[in-house]
């Protein structure tokens, strides 16, 4: 369970980045942060990458202290499959989801800087990823495992991020993310109609 929920997590991680609702937003405060001070930008990646790992190994080691009993192997797998079916809807149908912003509940929220506030949001379309690694940590309920899983996806959410901002963007490099941006929903589905139709044949 340990490396099912490590790997999980890394995986998903990475993906969450080129899902659509999110590679837009990271893609552009990438750009802008390219061009501040190398101080600067190093605080505001710093600021990015620290306040998303305290979110999420803070939402997985949570889930992991609460536990979860009795989801079989079968609901288990449905869970894959219609969270799947979900993300290929979106490729047609919008479906008005809100991003999870935990930045506002923090005092004088509107002199935030910009990289805490994206660091504390969650974007609507990572949040069934999200759910699928908290559900892996609930189950294994193992908080110090569940708190390496938060820092695994935050690590893999944030490194292309981290990337672009340092090295810059190039038309080559904005044109395939604004493609693997086209791609990734059907990735995403195909992953978890993978993992549901393994957890059905295996009861895992």
């Not at 999420?56 to 992991?64: C, I, M, R, V």
């Not at 288990?76 to 490729?91: D, F, K, N, W």
């Not at 929220?109 to 949001?121: D, S």
Request: proline letters at 4%.
């Amino acid at each position: 369970m340990s490396t099912l929920l490590l790997v999980t997590a890394a995986g998903l991680g990475l993906l969450a980045f080129f899902e659509p609702c999110t590679i837009a937003t990271h893609t552009l405060f990438a750009a802008r942060s390219s061009h501040d001070a190398a101080r600067q930008r190093r605080a505001a990646l710093a600021q990015l990458v620290l306040s998303r790992s305290a979110l999420l190994a803070g939402l997985f080691g949570t889930a992991a202290a609460i536990g979860l009993d009795g989801l079989s192997a079968p609901q288990a797998a449905l869970m894959l499959g219609i969270i799947g079916a979900v993300y290929l809807v979106t490729r047609r149908v919008y479906l008005p989801v809100p991003h999870l912003e935990f930045f506002r509940v923090i005092p004088g929220v509107r002199r935030l800087p910009q990289a805490l506030k994206l660091g504390l949001t969650l974007p609507a379309c990572t949040l069934p990823l999200v759910a699928v690694v908290g559900v892996i940590a609930a189950l294994g309920q193992r908080i110090d495992l569940a708190v390496l899983a938060g820092l695994a996806f935050a690590g893999m959410f944030s490194l292309l991020t981290v990337w672009d901002s340092l090295h810059g963007l190039n038309a080559a490099h904005l044109a395939f993310l604004g493609k693997a941006a086209g791609v990734s929903p059907y990735v995403t589905a195909l992953l978890l109609w993978g993992g549901a139709f393994l957890i059905w044949q295996t009861g895992i």
